[in-house]
């Protein structure tokens, strides 16, 4: 079945630092990718999305490439902020059907100071 | 932004009790999606529903678990019979229609369930 597979945290940064957490897949067809975040207290809010081969997803200062050949998403940011920590989720969708998410753990991300 | 809103936020109950967790999704949205998340597990489907039925439902999404639209407004998950195993945050998402154009799902900030 389709899953995702992403980095375990949590990730701990110091502000300016630059962040990447890993996000691969498994899909039978070309699912569409995402980047959900989670904020303390809040629901999960879509950060990016990509839904063809080689398309970057980019919001706040967060990108992520689709990559076929690696089966991958990453997402990346050149300078986090203390803002930004919070719990990230990696998650496909088929493009049929009615295009439920497959999530993946998520990863906690703390930033200090 | 609109919202989805869940209530509660945290519900306790004992195993064996009904439990109603409740939904408002965005007014003009038609699909609606309950997820679940196992403490230090991922986000699990639970079901999804449109025009007033399920429209799929997961292994998870046994007997013990209905859906309900009950006046147009609010969406409701209930589970019969709590066991233990069912304690976990319950996610509510709406979005408004399907097709790669109407992707983003709207999550509420969930219903923390405490079986005990």
């Known amino acids: 079945g389709n899953s995702v597979t992403q980095m375990e945290g949590p990730v701990t940064l110091s502000e300016e630092a630059f962040l990447t957490i890993n996000c691969t897949y498994t899909?039978?067809?070309?699912?569409?990718l995402f980047w959900y975040v989670q904020y303390p207290g809040e629901g999960l809010q879509l950060l990016l999305k990509?839904?063809?081969?080689?398309d970057k997803g980019s919001n706040k200062g967060f990108e992520a490439t689709y990559r076929k050949e690696t089966t991958s998403f990453h997402l990346e940011k050149g300078s986090v902020q203390v803002s930004d920590s919070a719990v990230y989720f990696c998650?496909?969708?088929?493009?049929?059907?009615?295009?439920?998410?497959?999530f993946g753990t998520g990863t906690r991300l703390l930033v200090s100071p | 932004e609109p919202e989805v809103t869940q209530t509660p936020s945290h519900q306790v109950t004992q195993m064996g009790q009904e439990v109603i967790l409740r939904c408002v999704p965005i007014?003009?949205?038609?699909?609606f999606y309950w997820y679940r998340q196992i403490l230090g597990q991922k986000v699990e489907f639970l079901v999804s529903?449109?025009?007033?039925?399920?429209?799929?439902k997961s292994e998870i999404f046994d007997d013990q678990f209905s859906v309900e639209r009950p006046d147009g407004s609010n969406f409701t998950l209930k589970i019969r019979s709590t066991k233990l195993e069912d304690s976990a945050m319950y996610f509510c998402?709406?979005?408004?229609?399907?097709?790669?154009?109407?992707?983003?799902?709207?999550f509420g900030s969930g219903t923390q369930l405490s079986v005990l």
């Open positions: 529903f449109y025009n007033n039925e399920i429209s799929e």
């Open positions: 007014s003009n949205h038609l699909y």
């Open positions: 899909a039978t067809g070309y699912p569409s």
């Open positions: 998402a709406s979005r408004q229609g399907t097709g790669r154009t109407n992707e983003k799902l709207f």
């Open positions: 990509a839904t063809k081969a080689d």
């Open positions: 998650a496909l969708s088929m493009n049929t059907g009615f295009q439920k998410l497959v």
